[in-house]
């Protein structure tokens, strides 16, 4: 339980750091609903909202490893972009949304 809260805290820190004001060149958008965000993926930067529920999952953690190590904290749409294929991404939430 504790290496999983852990995690938890890893991952809110590095999407902290990714979407802080000093980062973001360009301004919040007003529809992403209470509990979600907006992540940017594939070649033509498609925008989708997913719940921040999928922070807690390992492949999405991996994913997030991953953006840190192709971006680092200066993401060029100002949010979260995902070094993935649109392909890849839908797979991957389809999986996280499976029961």
């Not at 930067?45 to 490893?65: A, E, G, K, M």
């Not at 840190?68 to 972009?81: I, K, V």
């Amino acid at each position: 339980m504790g290496i999983r809260s852990m995690k938890i805290a890893e991952a809110k820190r590095k999407l902290q750091r990714t979407l802080s004001p000093r980062n973001r060149t360009v301004s919040a958008p007003t529809d992403v609903p209470k509990g979600c965000l907006a992540v940017y993926v594939g070649e033509a930067l498609r925008r989708f909202v997913i719940p921040v529920s999928y922070l807690n999952h390992p492949l999405f953690q991996d994913l997030l490893h991953w953006a840190e190590e192709e971006f680092g904290y200066n993401h060029p749409m100002g949010g979260l972009t995902l070094p993935c294929g649109e392909d890849y991404f839908i797979s991957l939430t389809s999986l996280l949304n499976a029961p």
